[in-house]
């Protein structure tokens, strides 16, 4: 297949890149480097160097992977995204080309409006750019969990039907989300669903967890190739922030009380649920929402499962109960269903401890380059930047 990855420079638009291309498909990925930029203007630089876009390519062909295609630019520019799509003619675009990050979207006002207006601009330009130049698109997008909130009732998988005044229908599942990222991705959801009725679109909605790891079967290639691994309390996930954590010697920093539950998932895993939504296209007018986790762990659970897996390498961590910067229930119910994935074929790889020590073993050569600055947390919900 074509495939088309917005936001190829990423966190997993990179490791997607390179797998969808090992598989045989002809990849073409773009960029603006936006990420970085806001990583180098926030002080949360990935831990290891990463090579740009265009060199990762060029790594990745060197070392025996199949040619990656590149488009450096702004998917918010709609000549730009049009002009790609009508010259590349994707069978399906992966939509990844969002500012990722919570925290940083609550620092103030300016962070807040590049977030709303690179988000949801660059949704739009690809509705309208797979409308006008490749109608048969199939669009994958990475929605998020964090939509939902946290419902004192059991979260569907993106829809529910609902019974009032002795009538039924179905609808969206409600969001409540928990910041403006969380907010922009609801919207994105919504801007889809309504070109999905009104033009046919075909869309496959990823409603991802925070995901954790470092490898995958193509960085063994070269550790050049290793996804951008952010450890700060902006751009990394708590996962990846406790371990490197715990490989500095420095508290595991739980924000109160650590109740908080989500639905997690390994960095492997989200490339296998990327491929079973190419593989698996829905037909026109179809908006499919798949909830993207394996397993359901509260901060703590997390914290735990770290700790056990240092001990393993004599290293000696220690868990501190930090002032919650979030506005976020600290102890909830939460029940999401996830079985959509399942049964188109994921074959998950859960967050053991064996899982967690190699993870540990990847990130030790990389002590000196920790910065502890990064690692408590600077972004206050009610207050922006501390």
């Known amino acids: 297949m074509r495939i088309l990855i917005l936001g190829g420079d990423g966190y997993l638009g990179w490791p997607t890149a390179m797998a969808l291309a090992a598989e045989g498909h002809e990849v073409l990925t773009i960029d603006n480097y936006l990420r970085r930029l806001l990583a180098e203007r926030t002080r949360s630089q990935a831990l290891m160097r990463n090579p740009d876009l265009q060199e990762r390519a060029e790594i990745f062909a060197a070392a025996g992977g199949p040619k990656i295609r590149v488009a450096i630019g702004d998917c918010a520019n709609y000549l730009f995204l049009s002009r790609v799509v009508a010259e590349f003619q994707p069978e399906a675009a992966i939509h ?48 998020t ?88 309390d902006i751009f990394g996930t708590v996962v990846n922030r406790f371990l490197v954590q715990a490989i500095a010697g420095i508290p595991l920093t739980v924000y109160g009380k650590g109740g908080q539950t989500r639905g997690y998932l390994n960095l492997r895993d989200t490339l296998q649920c990327v491929r079973l939504a190419i593989q698996n296209p829905v037909k026109r007018g179809e908006l499919r929402i798949l909830n993207q986790f394996t397993e359901t762990l509260s901060v703590n659970d997390i914290a735990l499962r770290v700790r056990a897996a240092a001990a393993r390498l ?34 998950p790889s859960l967050m053991t401890e064996d899982v967690l020590t190699a993870m540990l073993r990847e990130l030790v050569p990389y002590r000196h380059e920790i910065d502890l600055k990064k690692v408590r947390p600077r972004v206050s919900w009610s207050g922006g930047a501390r």
């Not at 409603?207 to 952010?230: C, I, W």
């Open 314 to 347: 004599d290293l000696e961590v220690r868990v501190d109960h930090v002032a919650n910067p979030r506005k976020e229930a600290e102890d909830h119910y939460y029940n999401p269903k996830n079985s959509g994935l399942l049964e188109l074929g994921l074959k």
């Open 96 to 143: 990844y080309a969002e500012q990722p990050s919570a925290p940083y979207s609550m620092i103030g006002f300016d962070e807040a409006r590049l977030t709303l207006n690179n988000n949801l601009n660059t949704t739009f330009n690809l509705i309208w750019a797979v409308l006008e130049r490749a109608p048969d698109c199939h669009i994958v997008k990475l929605g």
């Open 145 to 232: 969990m964090g939509e939902y909130g946290t419902p004192k009732i059991d979260i569907e998988e993106g829809w529910i039907e609902i019974e009032h005044a002795g009538r039924k229908d179905k609808f969206l599942f409600p969001r409540q989300a928990g910041s403006l990222y969380h907010t922009t991705k609801v919207l994105d959801t919504d801007l889809l669903w309504f070109y999905v009725r009104s033009s046919g679109l075909r869309v496959t909605d990823l409603m991802q967890g925070p995901v954790y790891g470092l490898s995958t079967a193509e960085t063994d290639l070269d550790k050049r190739l290793m996804p951008n691994f952010h450890y700060d």
